[in-house]
Nanobody
């Protein structure tokens, strides 16, 4: 059983930055594909960014590409999301997730996720 705990959310003005962190415990972190997702009020949960267990390079939703950066530290069992140039439309609850198998394409569709964190609120004011 993998447990995921997010931190780093908060209130920020448009154009500002936040760094989210997800700490994992209870499993072999280095073997999991990791992702960040978000859910705004009244909307479905959507993919934001992911990083495969075998490749440290990230992949991103078009809406955040060039502004967000995902990184993982297998020694610390953490995966971070650096968010720059934040926009009001980035406001959502952000979730960390782990998938034991599957492709980047599957993660983009929220398929194959084994574990979710409890979420952290990010609010971007205009």
């Amino acid at each position: 059983q993998v447990q995921l705990i997010e931190s780093g959310g908060g209130l920020v003005q448009a154009g500002g930055s936040l760094r989210l962190s997800c700490a994992a415990s209870g499993g072999t972190f280095s073997t999991y594909n990791m992702g960040w997702f978000r859910q705004a009020p009244g909307k479905e949960r959507e993919f934001v960014a992911g990083v495969m267990w075998i490749d440290t390079s990230g992949f991103y939703a078009d809406s955040v590409k060039g502004r967000f950066t995902i990184s993982r530290d297998n020694a610390k069992n953490t995966v971070d999301l650096q968010m720059n140039s934040l926009k009001p439309e980035d406001t959502a609850v952000y979730y960390c997730a782990a998938a034991s198998e599957g492709s980047a394409q599957a993660m983009r569709k929220l398929l194959g996720i084994n574990y979710w964190g409890q979420g952290t609120q990010v609010t971007v004011s205009s």
